[in-house]
């Protein structure tokens, strides 16, 4: 017997330099401690690049994350990106379709779409509100890739639900556009630059009024310029560039009632109340 196959059998780990599998440099525990403490291991991503390797990437499954309520995993996506052409991972959220938890109001298998369109009309209203998210074929099959957000572990999410943080309204207003009927406060991830973002938005683009959230504080409030600038933009492109995207993603009645929805609120001038007749709050709030 050999040196090295005798120190395989007596020391487990001295074999693992050789047989670990290695994704874009990264060793399988790399990867596994970046799942255990949330990190996002590409660093700051460019939108556009983010998308790329969302689309375009090697998706490799990390763990199953256990706090979800669909088949939701931990990934990291690896491919090349940038000018450099340079190989990099990012760490990513992956939601297989057949994963999807069967809901009685929201028709079987369409989820994984919703949060896509959700991220498009993130994306056109120019609030950067869902990180960047896709649609495409997985190891568990056709599925929504998003990219994961570290989050900022200090900040106090009660506090800022407590405030007046600009973050947390525009989300306010973006929610009632896309008739958001699961605004949680586990949902709103802080970053470390002061910005908030939306995640789990898979309940959004029901025709019937169902906004569901945790986001109140500024209801019946008027919309300020800037907020029914976005909405009409938003209107606007619907008809155009946003709703030919929309298209493969949602009913065409889905995409019509979010026509009218975001007239509505332009036309009205405030954000809405909570309806009387039905929860107005998520359950569980967080
Ligand atoms: N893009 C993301 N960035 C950071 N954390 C995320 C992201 N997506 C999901 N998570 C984390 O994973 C948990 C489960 O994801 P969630 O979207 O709620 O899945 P599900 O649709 O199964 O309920 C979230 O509560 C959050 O902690
Ligand atoms: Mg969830």
């Known amino acids: 017997m050999t040196q090295p196959e005798q120190a395989a059998e007596t020391d487990p780990d001295a074999a693992k330099p050789d047989t670990e599998q290695t994704v874009a440099g990264m ?14 291991v590409a660093g700051n991503l460019s939108g556009p690049d983010a998308l790329a390797l969302l689309r375009g990437g090697e998706l490799t499954v990390v763990g199953r994350l256990l706090a979800a309520s669909n088949a939701t995993f931990f990934c990291m996506a690896s491919g090349p990106v940038g000018g450099s052409g340079a190989v990099i991972a990012a760490s990513c959220v992956y939601k297989p379709i057949r994963g999807e938890r069967p809901l009685y109001d929201f028709p079987d298998g369409t989820l994984a779409c919703r949060e896509v369109a959700a991220h498009a009309l993130s994306q056109a209203s120019g609030w950067d509100i869902v990180p960047p998210t896709v649609m495409r074929d997985g190891p568990f099959g056709e599925g929504m890739v998003q990219l994961w957000v570290e989050t900022d572990e200090s900040a106090n999410i009660a506090a800022l639900l407590d405030s007046d943080s600009p973050a ?21 991830l802080p970053l470390s630059n002061g910005h908030i973002q939306g995640i ?50 949602l009913a065409p009645e889905e995409i019509s009632a979010t026509e009218r929805r975001i007239g509505a609120l332009l036309v009205h001038g405030r954000l809405p109340q909570p309806d ?8 569980p709030p967080y």
């Open 27 to 40: 060793t399988r525990s790399a990867m596994e401690a970046a799942a255990m403490a949330g990190r996002q």
């Open 168 to 188: 947390l309204r525009r989300i306010a207003v973006l929610d009632a556009a896309l008739n958001n009927a699961d605004r949680k406060g586990g949902h709103l």
């Open 200 to 249: 789990d938005n898979g309940l959004c683009f029901a025709v019937a009024p169902k906004l569901r959230t945790i986001l109140w504080r500024w209801r019946g409030q008027k919309l300020t310029d800037e907020e029914c600038d976005v909405l009409a933009r938003l209107r606007d492109s619907l008809s155009g560039e946003l709703g030919e995207d929309l298209a493969s993603l």
């Open 276 to 283: 009387q007749n039905r929860p107005a709050v998520p359950w």
